[in-house]
Nanobody, 114 residues
Framework: VQLQASGGGLVQSGGSLRLSCAAS????????MYWVRQAPGKEIEYVSSIDPDSTQTYYEDSVKGRFTISRDNAKNTLHLQMNRLKLEDTAQYYC????????RGQGTQVTVSS
């Protein structure tokens, strides 16, 4: 299983970023996929999830209405559009195969500044 997240960076509060995750080594097209994040000194936190057919999406309460998860099964790619970013969104973001982020790849750092 390989999960490579990209697209992070430094952004001002209120700004936007689009994260991507390239997946390989498993049946991506039939797998639920997840975004999780880990802020400094904190445990990994669930952010969002999407079913294989993109008919069901779920979000952690603090990101509802600001983040949008999507996927492209033809390209084995997962995305997370993040709008109206807040300071508290600062974290390392990972795509994962499970809610708790136990099966996750290399993350991408998102830093929101004031």
């Amino acid at each position: 299983v390989q999960l490579q997240a990209s697209g992070g960076g430094l952004v001002q509060s209120g700004g936007s970023l689009r994260l991507s995750c390239a997946a390989s080594g498993f049946a991506f097209t039939t797998a639920w996929m997840y975004w999780v994040r880990q802020a400094p000194g904190k445990e990994i936190e669930y952010v969002s999830s999407i079913d294989p057919d993109s008919t069901q999406t779920y979000y952690e309460d603090s990101v509802k209405g600001r983040f949008t998860i999507s996927r492209d099964n033809a390209k084995n790619t997962l995305h997370l559009q993040m709008n109206r970013l807040k300071l508290e969104d600062t974290a390392q973001y990972y795509c994962a195969r499970d809610y708790f982020g136990r099966i996750r790849g290399q993350g991408t750092q998102v830093t929101v500044s004031s």
